[in-house]
């Protein structure tokens, strides 16, 4: 006779909750929440990631989630072992160093170019014609 325990380890950890996906770009929607679950600290740096148990709470099968956990290992944010499965990276301090001041610099350009662009927007209030071009 074999005794099953009612629950399981798995259960016992704290599980991040996943908002159901509805895009139609499934392997970037899967990459969005899995970043923001990491970036965020719901999946902590050195945790397994079970395609099986990801796959199920995702609502997606393994083929798109395995595509999505490759795009976070070229982030750096996974690492994928051959037959061993994905786990979170580790912080790397070195690596938050080196994005920073680009991710900071590109901000900045952004803003700089809206506020830049803000008045070439077209004069909404002057209407359209009958042929569809706006009058004025």
């Known amino acids: ?3 099953q325990m009612p629950f399981s380890f798995e259960t016992m ?3 991040p909750d996943f908002p159901p996906i509805s895009s139609p770009l499934l392997i970037e929607e899967i990459a969005r929440i899995l970043r923001e679950q990491i ?3 719901a999946l902590e740096p ?10 199920a709470r995702l609502g997606v099968s393994r083929t798109p989630l395995r595509e999505a956990l490759r795009l976070l ?4 944010l996974v690492e994928v072992t051959p037959r061993r499965g994905a786990r979170v990276a580790p912080f790397d301090r070195a690596v938050v160093e080196d994005v920073y001041p680009v991710l900071a610099c590109l901000e900045r350009l952004a803003a700089n170019m809206a506020c830049q662009n803000i008045g070439e927007a077209p004069q909404l209030d002057r209407g359209v014609d009958d042929t569809g071009r706006v009058a004025g």
């Open 13 to 15: 950890v704290r599980q």
């Open 1 to 3: 006779m074999v005794y």
């Open 39 to 41: 970036v965020e600290g």
């Open 73 to 76: 290992a070229g982030e750096r």
């Open 46 to 55: 050195g945790r397994r990631l079970s395609e099986r148990d990801l796959g």
